[in-house]
């Protein structure tokens, strides 16, 4: 089956941890991208990657760090430095051509 | 600034009845393109459409239909005849290219509850 994968669904940590979330992608999808959504918010990007080993940091890139060394995988860590990092983080990727994005199922992140 | 807004945060109706939920953009760019989606409760986005800039014909998929005006900036999303399994949180989003990267820019969300 081809799609996006998030691992775990729900993930809790103690403050001062860091933490890394995991994205899989298996459809060959150049670009990929994180955001993060709080209770009653829209989602905000965090960071994103066109393509392997390239990324950029989005609106909201402080306490997190990212890498991209297969085209396949796209994990995303919350560092300690996050302020506020409790939150509903949301993968996703698009194919080359388009400007559609398709989502995974998402990571609920608790820290305290 | 590139800027989508969804003015109402939550609705709540009956079943059958139909509903419409606005988006309003922002955008400096003469192609562009819009989208919608739709977030159940289980969280995941789910991509129900995409607009091009340029194609202001009205589109229509079952219950669903979308109504793009170039000349007011929205592109707004009809349910015909609503069921509670359209309750979910529905995002607009406009497309931003720029040094050879796209995003996507979302409306802060509207929450909709078709009540029985």
């Known amino acids: 089956d081809g799609g996006i994968t998030q691992s775990p669904k729900y993930l809790f940590r103690k403050e001062g941890q860091n933490v890394t979330l995991s994205c899989e992608q298996n459809l060959n999808h150049d670009a990929m991208y994180w955001y993060r959504q709080d209770p009653g918010q829209g989602l905000r990007l965090i960071y994103y990657?066109?393509?392997?080993?390239?990324?950029q940091k989005g609106d909201i890139a402080e306490g997190y760090s990212v890498s991209r060394e297969k085209k396949e995988s796209f994990p995303l860590t919350v560092t300690s430095a996050q302020k506020n990092p409790t939150a509903f983080y949301l993968c996703a990727s698009r194919p080359s051509g388009t400007d559609e994005q398709y989502f995974g199922p998402g990571t609920r992140l608790t820290v305290t | 600034a590139q800027k989508v807004t969804q003015a109402q945060t939550e609705i709540s109706v009956v079943e059958k009845e139909d509903v419409t939920l606005d988006c309003v953009y922002e955008?400096?760019?003469?192609?562009?393109?819009l989208f919608w989606y739709k977030q159940p409760p289980s969280g995941e986005l789910v991509f129900l459409i995409r607009?091009?800039?340029?194609?202001?014909q009205n589109e229509i998929s079952g219950r669903y239909s979308w109504n793009f005006q170039k000349s007011t900036s929205s592109f707004n999303f009809t349910i015909t005849a609503s069921q509670v399994v359209d309750s979910a949180v529905y995002f607009c989003?406009?497309?931003?290219?720029?040094?050879?990267?796209?995003?996507?820019?979302f409306g802060q969300g509207t929450r909709l509850t078709i009540n029985p």
């Open positions: 955008t400096r760019d003469t192609t562009y393109y």
């Open positions: 607009r091009n800039s340029f194609d202001e």
């Open positions: 990657s066109q393509i392997v080993n390239d990324f």
């Open positions: 989003a406009l497309s931003v290219r720029g040094q050879g990267a796209q995003k996507l820019v």
